[in-house]
């Protein structure tokens, strides 16, 4: 091992303060033109960059955040990585996203910590069993691998769940996803923007875009507060403002914008090693490396750009917490935060040209941002430079709303308690 990376380099520099260490990647001045600028420095936008140079050749690329890398929703979320979808075009995207995720680490030189812990599904009614099943198996059909658990199984699976005569709400039984799991999200920026910069990717922070620069009809560049900045094609990929970075290439989007809560508790030993999920309501929990357990639920139901909480949902969540894993009740909550969310008609994403010439979208990914990343990217960059839909995201183009085409996944985000 080189000196650079040997387990004594990193002592030397712990020891010495943290002195000499090299940037993860550059702090360049924006050039005048590009032939791509991607506005959103967050996993879709350093994904899609990175996957324009690698796959496409094309690297005279921009990124541009107006904050810095991993302050927006990249780092916002609660890691969960998964493709128990039904949907033909779901199924076959988020699963391509894992197949990306298991080599991720090695294809990015990065470890984005990875870990096919599984995810488990508890059924909560009979009805919400058979949905399961009736799921599980079109995920087989479609190669995904799939177990249903039954209230034995489930038992020795996850003992820790509320079994007893006394719970809120009877467990029938489950579904697991054996190769989900969970990812480092700090990591999956840190490896996508050190790896593009390395292909040549400008990354320009605390660069925020005001509008566009037009000729004709088509967007050629961007006004920023660093400056305008010239392009041949620009795309968006920022979660959770995608309506308002539209609206000023005069685009009306299908997409509504609220706040997601999530939650970490004080650090336990390791207990809980799935991603568990229940169905009496929305409601998902696992535990980090550290030890807090990670969870969430529903999003805020009124509109809304903030990134604070409210107690009615803190009080909501933490309900379903203590409701699922009894012992939870006794820890004492660490942090809360909130991300923002664009919500489509149908629950599934956006990655499309648009009728501006030279400006392309990328968002609406609902509850599913954080999984998609690798995909996302991956699917975004073919877009960008052939202008035309990759396969795996041939389904997700705008026109859809217009021909009442959704992609309406049963089961999907906030609606699993229906099942």
């Given amino acids: ?29 924006p050039k005048k033109t590009y032939d791509v600028i991607i506005i959103g420095g967050g996993g879709h936008g350093l994904a899609t960059a990175y996957y324009l140079a690698k796959n496409h050749g094309v690297r005279n690329v921009a990124i541009l955040e107006k904050g810095s890398i991993g302050s927006g929703n990249v780092g916002r979320n609660t890691t969960i990585v998964r493709s128990n979808y039904m949907m033909q075009e779901n199924t076959a995207f988020y699963e391509h996203s894992m197949s990306l995720w298991r080599d991720l680490s090695e294809d990015l030189n990065y470890n984005v ?75 999956v920026a840190w490896g996508y923007a050190r790896a593009a910069d390395q292909l040549g990717v400008d990354i320009i922070q605390n660069c925020e875009v005001l509008d ?143 009728p501006v010439p030279g400006f392309y979208l990328n968002g609406g990914w609902c509850y599913g941002g954080f999984k998609a990343t690798p995909a996302s990217g991956w699917c975004f960059a073919h877009t960008i430079a052939n202008d035309q839909p990759h396969d795996y995201s041939a389904g997700f183009t705008m026109d859809r709303f217009a021909r009442g085409r959704q992609i309406d996944e049963a089961g999907y985000g906030p609606y699993n308690h229906l099942q």
């Fill in 212 to 354: 566009y620069l037009w000729s004709g009809d088509r967007v050629v560049g961007v006004k920023t507060t660093r400056g305008d900045i010239g392009a041949g094609k620009v795309a968006v990929a920022v979660a959770g403002h995608t309506s308002v970075l539209a609206q000023k290439a005069g685009l009306r989007l299908p997409i509504e914008s609220h706040v997601l809560q999530a939650f970490v508790s004080e650090s336990v030993k390791p207990v809980v090693h799935h991603v568990v999920v229940w169905s009496a309501t929305y409601f998902y929990v696992s535990q980090s490396d550290k030890g807090g357990l990670v969870f969430g639920g529903h999003i805020d139901r009124y509109n809304s750009y903030a990134q604070r909480g409210n107690m009615a949902n803190i009080a909501e969540t933490t309900q379903g917490l203590a409701s699922l894993v009894p012992f939870a009740a006794r820890l004492r909550l660490l942090r809360h935060w909130g991300g923002i969310m664009d919500m489509t008609p149908d629950g599934s994403p956006i990655i499309t040209t648009t």
């Fill in 113 to 187: 910590m990875f870990s096919p812990r599984g995810y488990v599904f508890a059924a909560c009614s009979q009805a919400s069993l058979d949905a399961m099943v009736r799921r599980a198996n079109i995920m087989r059909l479609n190669g995904i691998r799939a177990n249903i658990l039954t209230r034995e199984e489930l038992m020795k699976e996850v003992p820790y769940l509320d079994y007893s005569d006394t719970a809120r709400f009877f467990i029938y039984g489950g579904m697991m996803q054996p190769d989900a799991g969970t990812a480092r999200h700090d990591a």
């Fill in 1 to 29: 091992m080189s000196e650079r990376y040997s387990v004594w380099s990193l002592l030397k520099h712990a020891m010495g303060g943290h002195k000499g260490w090299e940037r993860a990647w550059r702090d360049p001045e």
